[in-house]
C-alpha cells in the first residue's frame, strides 16, 4: 500500500457520495462493490488512486435496477441527481448518480446540451452470460453496437475511420433488441457473468465467474469501509496484469477524465466554454 495523500475537493466530493449511496444500499438490502480503478485505489492505496478522478462500483442487474429506484426515492433530489441509463437526457448504457449545483464536464461535446454534468460517479450493471460460447460471442457484439449507437448520441469524437463508420453503421440497428440480448434476463443461473456494458472494451476483460460478485468483504477505502469482492487478487490481475506496478507519470496523466471542474457552480454556467472547447481525442488504457 502507498503512502497516503490529502484528497483533492473534488474527491473528497465523491467520498461523501460513495458514503450516501452506500446509505441507500444498506437501507434497503441492495449489494454492490467497488469496481476497476476504484477497487485497485482500495487495495493498492487504501483509497483513492492519487491522480484519479472518479469512483466506480457495479451491480448485478436486478440490484442495479433496485438501487436506481431506491436512489431516487431516498436521496435529496436538491443534492442528487439520478441519471439512469438511455434516459431522456442520456443516451448512455450505464448510470451514473450526479451532485447537483456543480460541473464536472468530460472530454465530449454533447449532441443534447441538457444532459446533467455535474459532478458524479458511475454505477456499472453486471448481467448475465450465457453457457454457449457463440451466444457469448454474439452477446459481446451485441453490446459493442449498443454501446457504439450511445456514443453517438452522446456526442463522442474520434479521429479513427473504423470506429466512425462502425458508429454509423450501428445507428441502424435495434438498440432494445440488441440490449435484451446481450443482457439475458431470465438467465439467472449462469455461471459467469459480464460487463460489456461497464468501461472495458475487451472481452477477456469483461467476463467473471459469479461468485466474484456475490462473494464480497469490507475493505478500507480512506476514512470508511465499502464492500469489494473477496476476489479482488484475481479481479484485479484480470483488469490489470501487475497491479501492484505503478503507471508512469505520462500514463497518469490519461487518467484524467474531467476538463471542466467547479465543485460549487452547476455546469449549466459553463455550456458556452464547453461548446468552444477543442479536445485532444485520444484513447489510452491506464491503470
Request: charge should be neutral; aromatic fraction near 12%.
Given at each position: 500500500?502507498?503512502?497516503?495523500?490529502?484528497?483533492?475537493?473534488?474527491?473528497?466530493?465523491?467520498?461523501?457520495?460513495?458514503?450516501?449511496?452506500?446509505?441507500?444500499?444498506?437501507?434497503?438490502?441492495?449489494?454492490?462493490?467497488?469496481?476497476?480503478?476504484?477497487?485497485?485505489?482500495?487495495?493498492?492505496?487504501?483509497?483513492?488512486?492519487?491522480?484519479?478522478?472518479?469512483?466506480?462500483?457495479?451491480?448485478?442487474?436486478?440490484e442495479y435496477e433496485?438501487?436506481?429506484?431506491?436512489?431516487?426515492?431516498?436521496?435529496?433530489?436538491?443534492?442528487?441527481?439520478?441519471?439512469?441509463?438511455?434516459?431522456?437526457?442520456?443516451?448512455?448504457?450505464?448510470?451514473?448518480?450526479?451532485?447537483?449545483?456543480?460541473?464536472?464536464?468530460?472530454?465530449?461535446?454533447?449532441?443534447d446540451m441538457l444532459?446533467?454534468?455535474?459532478?458524479?460517479?458511475?454505477?456499472?450493471?453486471?448481467?448475465?452470460?450465457?453457457?454457449?460460447?457463440?451466444?457469448?460471442?454474439?452477446?459481446?457484439?451485441?453490446?459493442?453496437?449498443?454501446?457504439?449507437?450511445?456514443?453517438?448520441?452522446?456526442?463522442?469524437?474520434?479521429?479513427?475511420?473504423?470506429?466512425?463508420?462502425?458508429?454509423?453503421?450501428?445507428?441502424?440497428?435495434?438498440?432494445?433488441?440488441?440490449?435484451?440480448?446481450?443482457?439475458?434476463?431470465?438467465?439467472?443461473?449462469?455461471?459467469?457473468?459480464?460487463?460489456?456494458?461497464?468501461?472495458?472494451?475487451?472481452?477477456?476483460?469483461?467476463?467473471?465467474?459469479?461468485?466474484?460478485?456475490?462473494?464480497?468483504?469490507?475493505?478500507?477505502?480512506?476514512?470508511?469501509?465499502?464492500?469489494?469482492?473477496?476476489?479482488?487478487?484475481?479481479?484485479?490481475?484480470?483488469?490489470?496484469?501487475?497491479?501492484q506496478k505503478m503507471?508512469?507519470?505520462?500514463?497518469?496523466?490519461?487518467?484524467?477524465?474531467?476538463?471542466?471542474?467547479?465543485?460549487?457552480?452547476?455546469?449549466?454556467?459553463?455550456?458556452?466554454?464547453?461548446?468552444?472547447?477543442?479536445?485532444?481525442?485520444?484513447?489510452?488504457?491506464?491503470?
Amino acid at each position: 500500500m502507498q503512502d497516503r495523500h490529502e484528497l483533492t475537493g473534488h474527491q473528497a466530493m465523491l467520498l461523501e457520495m460513495l458514503k450516501d449511496l452506500d446509505a441507500v444500499c444498506r437501507a434497503h438490502s441492495i449489494r454492490y462493490m467497488l469496481f476497476s480503478g476504484t477497487m485497485l485505489g482500495a487495495v493498492r492505496h487504501g483509497g483513492f488512486i492519487p491522480w484519479d478522478d472518479d469512483i466506480d462500483v457495479v451491480m448485478l442487474r436486478e440490484e442495479y435496477e433496485r438501487f436506481l429506484d431506491a436512489a431516487e426515492e431516498s436521496l435529496d433530489n436538491k443534492k442528487y441527481y439520478v441519471q439512469r441509463e438511455f434516459s431522456a437526457h442520456w443516451p448512455m448504457q450505464f448510470s451514473k448518480l450526479r451532485r447537483n449545483g456543480t460541473a464536472c464536464m468530460e472530454k465530449y461535446h454533447p449532441r443534447d446540451m441538457l444532459t446533467h454534468q455535474g459532478v458524479y460517479l458511475d454505477v456499472f450493471p453486471c448481467d448475465n452470460l450465457s453457457a454457449n460460447r457463440l451466444v457469448r460471442a454474439f452477446q459481446f457484439l451485441a453490446a459493442r453496437a449498443v454501446i457504439a449507437k450511445a456514443l453517438h448520441a452522446r456526442g463522442y469524437e474520434t479521429h479513427s475511420i473504423v470506429k466512425k463508420c462502425f458508429m454509423q453503421m450501428c445507428r441502424l440497428l435495434p438498440r432494445k433488441a440488441l440490449w435484451r440480448f446481450s443482457v439475458r434476463a431470465n438467465d439467472d443461473a449462469s455461471a459467469q457473468v459480464h460487463t460489456f456494458f461497464g468501461a472495458g472494451s475487451k472481452y477477456c476483460k469483461n467476463v467473471f465467474p459469479r461468485e466474484w460478485f456475490t462473494d464480497t468483504a469490507g475493505m478500507r477505502f480512506e476514512d470508511a469501509v465499502f464492500p469489494v469482492t473477496t476476489h479482488y487478487d484475481a479481479f484485479l490481475r484480470r483488469l490489470y496484469g501487475d497491479y501492484q506496478k505503478m503507471p508512469s507519470e505520462q500514463e497518469r496523466k490519461y487518467k484524467q477524465h474531467v476538463t471542466i471542474l467547479d465543485l460549487e457552480h452547476p455546469y449549466t454556467e459553463y455550456l458556452a466554454e464547453q461548446r468552444a472547447m477543442e479536445f485532444d481525442i485520444l484513447t489510452r488504457s491506464i491503470r
